[in-house]
Every structure is written in structure tokens, then in C-alpha cells.
T-cell receptor, first 116, second 112 residues
Framework: GESVGLHLPTLSVQEGDNSIINCAYS??????FIWYKQESGKGPQFIID?????DKRQGQRVTVLLNKTVKHLSLQIAATQPGDSAVYFC???????????????FGQGTTLQVKP | DSGVTQTPKHLITATGQRVTLRCSPR?????VYWYQQSLDQGLQFLIQ???????AKGNILERFSAQQFPDLHSELNLSSLELGDSALYFC???????????FGEGSRLTVL
């Protein structure tokens, strides 16, 4: 069935280092992928998205890489800060371009811990 | 602050009861989504409304129902509650067909 999974449940990094969070997806029909960040006690917050016609997209301190061949998605955070500590979810949408684009399939999440 | 408001923030009730969760989307957003977050199932899409009409359904139980009113606020009704319904229920809104959803802070439901 459809699933979006994360390779590691917890990632611990030193402040200032770069973080890489990985995600595997299984639905070949998905053509739109999104990363969300969820801080404790809050709702998920959009970070960055990428469509399947791209393999890389950069934002402020974040980069998303998409490898459609192996159905792999990664989020890179540069110069990780304590404020980056949160749970990170990848999500996919097999319905992009339709009115159901927001019907997202979320992965289980990776907890990022930033050590000072 | 995402601009999405959910009430109540916390709710404790007993099995068999019925509760209503309320969501006010961001000003101008026509789409409202409900998601359930539990430890074992993660974030699961429940249902989407667009400008008052149901647009998509996900893993929503028959005991659950939702609606979106003319002022665009939405309510999620959960009935015949079971212990397994204990979870965080998130509402999200978006202005157009996008995966960039704006989530509220959630309503934490505990069923005893």
C-alpha cells in the first residue's frame, strides 16, 4: 500500500553542523513532495516543497533533494541551530494539480536533536 | 502563529460520548483539512472541505463527520467515542491547490 517512511527515527547533530533527514516513498504516482516541521505542542509547519520535475530545490538554509529513481527524498539543513530541534515529516501528494493537492500522505517523522 | 484557530485545545471525555471540534481557517482560505495525529498511526488525513463542500475523504470513520459553514469555519464531530480515538486533531487551511497547508495548534482529545 501507500507509505512514506523515514530512515531514522532520531537524528542528533551538533549546533553549526549540517543535518540530513531522509525519507523514502512508495507511491510512484506521487509527483509533489513537502517537508514539514513540528515543534513540541504545535502543529506542523511548512518548510519547503518540490515537484517531480525537479531534483533539487533550495530555500533559506534548507535544501530538498528528490531522487525519483530510488523514490528517495532528503532534507538538508545548513548550520543547524537549536531552534531547528523538532520532528520533521516528509509528505507526498499523489493528487497535485487537482483540488485534492492538500490530501497529503505523511511519513512517521524524524526527531532532530541539536546539541549546543 | 499560523492564523488557524482551533478550539478546544484540550478535551477529556468518556467512551460513548460525542464531541465537536471547531476550526477557524486563515482569513481568505477556502480549503479546510482535518488530520488526526496519533502515536501509532502518525498524521492521517481525514477530510477536506472547499468553500462549504466536501472535496476529499481519507481514513475517516463513519462515527466521525465534518462540515464547513458559510463563514468557512469548520467543525469535526466525533461520536460514540472509543479509547482509540484519543489523539491530536489538527485543522489546516490553504488558499488554493497546494501542499502548503497552514496548521492550527490542534485539539488534544483524551477518551477515558
Amino acid at each position: 500500500g501507500e507509505s512514506v517512511g523515514l530512515h531514522l527515527p532520531t537524528l542528533s547533530v551538533q549546533e553549526g553542523d549540517n543535518s540530513i533527514i531522509n525519507c523514502a516513498y512508495s507511491n510512484s504516482a506521487s509527483d509533489y513532495f513537502i517537508w514539514y516541521k513540528q515543534e513540541s505542542g504545535k502543529g506542523p509547519q511548512f518548510i519547503i516543497d518540490i515537484r517531480s520535475n525537479m531534483d533539487k530545490r533550495q530555500g533559506q538554509r534548507v535544501t530538498v533533494l528528490l531522487n525519483k529513481t530510488v523514490k528517495h527524498l532528503s532534507l538538508q539543513i545548513a548550520a543547524t541551530q537549536p531552534g531547528d530541534s523538532a520532528v520533521y515529516f516528509c509528505a507526498e501528494s499523489p493528487y497535485s494539480g487537482s483540488s485534492n493537492t492538500g490530501k497529503l500522505i505523511f511519513g512517521q517523522g524524524t526527531t532532530l536533536q541539536v546539541k549546543p | 502563529d499560523s492564523g488557524v484557530t482551533q478550539t478546544p485545545k484540550h478535551l477529556i471525555t468518556a467512551t460513548g460520548q460525542r464531541v465537536t471540534l471547531r476550526c477557524s481557517p486563515r482569513s481568505g482560505d477556502l480549503s479546510v483539512y482535518w488530520y488526526q495525529q496519533s502515536l501509532d498511526q502518525g498524521l492521517q488525513f481525514l477530510i477536506q472541505y472547499y468553500n462549504g463542500e466536501e472535496r476529499a475523504k481519507g481514513n475517516i470513520l463513519e462515527r466521525f463527520s465534518a462540515q464547513q459553514f458559510p463563514d468557512l469555519h469548520s467543525e469535526l464531530n466525533l461520536s460514540s467515542l472509543e479509547l482509540g480515538d484519543s489523539a491530536l486533531y489538527f485543522c489546516a487551511s490553504s488558499p488554493y491547490n497546494t501542499g502548503e497547508l497552514f496548521f492550527g495548534e490542534g485539539s488534544r482529545l483524551t477518551v477515558l
